[in-house]
Structure formats: C-alpha cells, structure tokens
Antibody
Framework: QVQLVESGGGVVQPGRSLRLSCAASGFTFSSYGMHWVRQAPGKGLEWVALISYDGSYKYYADSVKGRFTISRDNSKNTLYLQMNSLRAEDTAVYYC?????????WGQGTLVTVSS | QSALTQPRSVSGSPGQSVTISCTGT?????????VSWYLQHPGKAPKLMISEVSKRPSGVPDRFSGSKSGNTASLTISGLQAEDEADYYC??????????FGGGTKLTVL
C-alpha cells in the first residue's frame, strides 16, 4: 500500500528558508518521478516541481524557479523540497505526489505559513 | 503556465448526471493525452479519479468517466451520490515537463 508522509512545515518569516520532506513506502520509490504540489488556503492546486526517478532531471513552476530546489535520496526513500527566500504567497499546504505522469498517490500534506 | 478553466460550481440531484468541463489550450489539454481528474474532500488530500483523459484507476466506480474534445476535457459523474460532493480538479501536462491544474469545481449534491 502506497504511503506518502510529508513533514517539515511550520511558520517561517518572509525571506527565510524551510526544507520539506516526504517519506515514501509501499512502492519502489527509486522507479518513480515525484512531484510537489501546493494549495494556498481556500484556493486551488498549483504544481510546484518534478524530479525524475533518479534525480537527474528537475523542473519547476515559474513561481518558484530559482528559490525552491527539489531533491531526493533513493537510499532513504525520501523526497525533499528546499524552499529559500520564502514569500507570503508561498503560504500553502504542500503535497508530494507519486508518478511523473499520473500523480496517482498523494500524501496528506504539510502546512507552510510565511508570516512575520 | 496559466491555470485551466473550470466552472466554479456545479450541482445535481442524487441519481442524476453532471459534467464538469476543463478548458485549456493547444499547449496543454489538446496537445497531450495526459489529462487527469482529482476529487478532494475538505481537509483531505486529492484522490486520482481519471488519468490519461479517460482511464479509471482500480477502485474508482465506473460512474466516473472522462473525455476530451479539442481544448476541453470533461469529467462526467453519473448516478450522483451524496459522497460525490467534493471539489474536483483537472490537471494537464503542459509540455517541457511542467503541469497545470484547473481552478477547481465545487460539486454540490442537492
């Protein structure tokens, strides 16, 4: 049974950094591309970033390019999102999702609040 | 990376059918067969209901179906049930390994 568990969210001041993690189990993590998707309070879903199964390719939404870095450690079955220079508009629940093409399983999300 | 266009809300009575549209462009919806639909109950994670325009993952009732014509994809739910009340989001591959979501549609079962 696929399980994705996000962690690392919290309250952070504008301009500061935060690293999110997504622990995966129940499938062969190293065989799948993985996404981060976010949802601002009361708003819709927004795609954030994709990493290939082996970490060699990384792609980002324009809204986070240059500030966020997606990475993975296949030996630990864990996906990461390093978020730098955070802005108020980055406030959202951040979800990790499995499978480059299908986004077929999602975690429960972790809330990031950017506020002074 | 402009969001796909969905109606803000739709409604139907139990047993009826409803269709939710998702309009994009030739750079996303009509350009690729990677359109998917997600159901999201309040406070919960999204759940995949339809992938690759019209494929139903295991466990999804056959009351849910997907299609695409030109720049518009559609999700049809037949035999509406109370538990279908939720927010629904479409998502499309937009080229260059980027994805775009719709703004979401709130389905109310009357």
């Amino acid at each position: 049974q696929v399980q994705l568990v996000e962690s690392g969210g919290g309250v952070v001041q504008p301009g500061r950094s935060l690293r999110l993690s997504c622990a995966a189990s129940g499938f062969t993590f190293s065989s799948y591309g993985m996404h981060w998707v976010r949802q601002a309070p009361g708003k819709g879903l927004e795609w954030v970033a994709l990493i290939s199964y082996d970490g060699s390719y990384k792609y980002y939404a324009d809204s986070v390019k240059g500030r966020f870095t997606i990475s993975r450690d296949n030996s630990k079955n864990t996906l990461y999102l390093q978020m730098n220079s955070l802005r108020a508009e980055d406030t959202a629940v951040y979800y990790c999702a499995k499978d480059q093409w299908l986004l077929d399983s999602w975690g429960q999300g972790t809330l990031v609040t950017v506020s002074s | 990376q402009s969001a796909l266009t969905q109606p803000r809300s739709v409604s139907g009575s139990p047993g009826q059918s409803v269709t939710i549209s998702c309009t994009g462009t030739s750079s996303d919806v009509s350009g690729y067969n990677y359109v998917s639909w997600y159901l999201q109950h309040p406070g919960k994670a999204p759940k995949l209901m339809i992938s690759e325009v019209s494929k139903r993952p295991s466990g999804v009732p056959d009351r849910f179906s997907g299609s695409k014509s030109g720049n518009t994809a559609s999700l049809t739910i037949s035999g509406l049930q109370a538990e279908d009340e939720a927010d629904y989001y479409c998502c499309s591959y937009a080229g260059s390994y980027t994805w775009v979501f719709g703004g979401g549609t709130k389905l109310t079962v009357l």
